[in-house]
């Protein structure tokens, strides 16, 4: 049984040429009949955790698009593990507030994968910065604010990546439009970056980090909510409300330490 989503890339023949992709994770197939949002939610995610590697989280029959993908997320690993770790959770966030918010199958590819590499950008940001644990200086956090620009000027070098690149660019942009790197407001914003915001905000409020201890589910919730229409689409938050059980199972699981998915880079 699996859930299969299918869209088209660019081909490597030619930019008015595409070929297909079928994604796939394991679960109860997809249908177009009603469905309970919450239980759709919940089996995205259970099917998520099953998945062993980047390359199944995309499943993507392009074998140069898999290694591509494989290649930065190794960087991840390598330059700071709790962002492989973090990406690795806004990936299964991001999934499940997507299919509450009713996204198409190829915006739910584009959005797997940006969410992935939505921080690939910090592989150029210092170690001292990324692990320090006291608040950063003025020209610290300029260096950190560069790392959606970094990551979207390396994923534009990979042409099967191009459809993700204003979810990497623009996931710290905020609805009342006082985000960056260039402030846009409300619509302005490419709605995958606007999913990614939430479930992105979502793991850094509830996971630890060298500079925080993580706050409990429900004070998360009530800060994403209480943001929604400044940080926050409205609508997004309104998935992220439909979608609220399955991600709060999921939090725990990970907190619990039983959430570690095993990957090519163990």
């Known amino acids: 049984m ?11 023949a030619g930019e008015n040429q595409t070929q297909p992709l079928r994604l796939g994770v394991s679960g109860e197939a997809l249908k ?3 469905r309970d949002p919450q239980a759709q939610c919940l089996e995205f995610l259970q099917a998520m955790h099953r998945l062993e590697s980047p390359e199944q989280i995309l499943d993507c ?3 140069q698009c898999r290694d ?8 991840i690993a390598r330059n700071d593990p709790y962002t492989r770790a973090h990406a690795e959770r806004v990936v299964r966030y991001t999934t499940a507030i997507a299919a509450a918010y009713g996204c198409s199958r190829s915006q739910l590819y584009e959005l797997r994968c940006g969410s992935l590499l939505h921080d690939i950008g910090k592989i150029y940001i210092r170690k001292t910065v990324l692990a320090k644990p006291e608040s950063l200086t003025s020209r610290e956090w300029l260096e950190m604010k560069r790392h959606p620009e970094l990551g979207a000027s390396l994923v534009r070098s990979f042409s099967c ?3 993700v690149i204003p979810i990497i660019l623009h996931h710290h942009e905020r609805w009342d439009g006082q985000g960056y790197p260039f402030g846009l407001q409300g619509e302005e914003i490419p709605v995958g970056a606007r999913i990614v915001a939430v479930a992105d ?8 980090r060298v500079y925080q201890s993580p706050c409990s589910r429900e004070d998360a919730y009530q800060e994403i909510v209480s943001c929604s229409g400044t940080r926050y689409d ?10 609220w059980d399955a991600l709060a199972e999921q939090i725990e699981i990970f907190n619990n330490g039983r959430g570690e998915s095993p990957t090519l880079l163990s």
């Open 2 to 12: 699996e859930y299969f989503f299918d869209c088209d890339l660019p081909s490597a």
């Open 32 to 34: 177009s009949s009603v």
């Open 61 to 63: 029959p392009d074998q």
């Open 68 to 75: 591509r993908v494989s290649r930065l997320f190794k960087d």
């Open 161 to 163: 990546l191009e459809k």
């Open 201 to 208: 905000a979502l793991d850094a409020m509830t996971s630890a």
């Open 234 to 243: 409205p609508q997004v938050v309104a998935a992220f409300q439909t979608a």
